[in-house]
């Protein structure tokens, strides 16, 4: 079978909702041991009863990713449990809207706490042991707000572009440990966090705005989880055994097509 990852343990942080479920969902599809990391209680247990009813493996832990001594903790347990880590994803983070001068101290340090912060706890917490192993793959879930410029996105697209310099910074260190690492820019998804957001910032706008987004994607529509996932699959499996060090767009022809 292509893409197998039967008998891999993989760790997604923000693995209970959206790009990070879908990641989720589709891996234990392919016969990993998924581990899902993620701070709403309710949907880890949702995700995990879903998937072990459906006999996929999986199993769900309670963690904050700005918290290094909680990702510590719990990747030092998964790692005695299972004996390896193969993969990690790391799909944990939050969105932020506003330019530099509406940007506060408090919404700038909460923005690099968890999608700055949050991915070196986790990348630091497991190259220990994929070193040990001589192999491993790392994928960091990034944005095209890494490489274009985007409206009102100041402190987010500070932070993904970190992820990105992280992503490459990693792969030339770990490359001769048998370590891959690479990261996927998505344009915009719809997930449950753009309903959310249409909910309380256009009331009885909603489906006006959700058009007006979409439209933004030359392709005329946001992307699905799932379309993520397939491609953290691929990069994450075997097949993709040469590809380190590189950022993949997702974006519905976002970057080279929107002039």
């Keep these: 079978m292509l893409f197998d990852l039967k008998n891999k343990v993989a760790v997604i942080t923000g693995g209970a ?18 581990c899902i990391l993620d701070l709403n209680e309710n949907a880890v247990s949702e995700l995990t009863q879903a998937l072990s009813s459906q006999k996929l493996l999986a ?19 998964i790692s005695k449990e299972f004996g390896r880590i193969d ?45 040990k192993q001589k192999s491993g793959v790392i994928l960091n879930v990034a944005s095209i707000a890494s490489s274009v410029g985007i409206p009102d996105r100041f402190a987010y697209s500070m932070s993904k572009g970190a992820v990105v310099t992280m992503t490459l910074s990693t792969a030339k260190d770990y490359i001769k440990e048998g370590i891959r690492c690479n990261c996927v820019s998505p344009a915009r998804v719809h997930t ?59 974006d519905g022809g976002f970057i080279r097509l929107n002039n």
């Design 87 to 131: 993969i990690l994803v790391n799909s944990a983070g939050i969105a932020h809207i506003g330019k530099l001068e509406n940007t506060s101290e408090e919404d700038f340090d909460k923005i690099f706490q968890v999608n700055v912060k949050g991915v070196y706890n986790s990348m630091q917490a497991v190259i220990g042991t994929m070193t």
């Design 59 to 77: 199993k769900g832990y309670i963690c904050n990713v700005a918290l290094q001594s909680d990702v510590q903790s719990v990747f030092e347990f």
């Design 17 to 34: 909702s959206g790009i990070g479920k879908a990641i989720a969902e589709v891996f234990a599809a392919q016969g990993a041991r998924v």
């Design 192 to 250: 449950p966090f753009v309903d959310g957001f249409l909910k309380k910032n256009y009331p009885d706008k909603e489906k006006e705005m959700f058009e007006k987004l979409s439209q933004t994607q030359p392709i005329g529509r946001m992307a699905k989880p799932i379309e993520v996932a397939y491609l953290a699959l691929y990069l994450c499996s075997d097949e993709a055994s040469f590809i380190t060090g590189c950022d993949y767009p997702l």
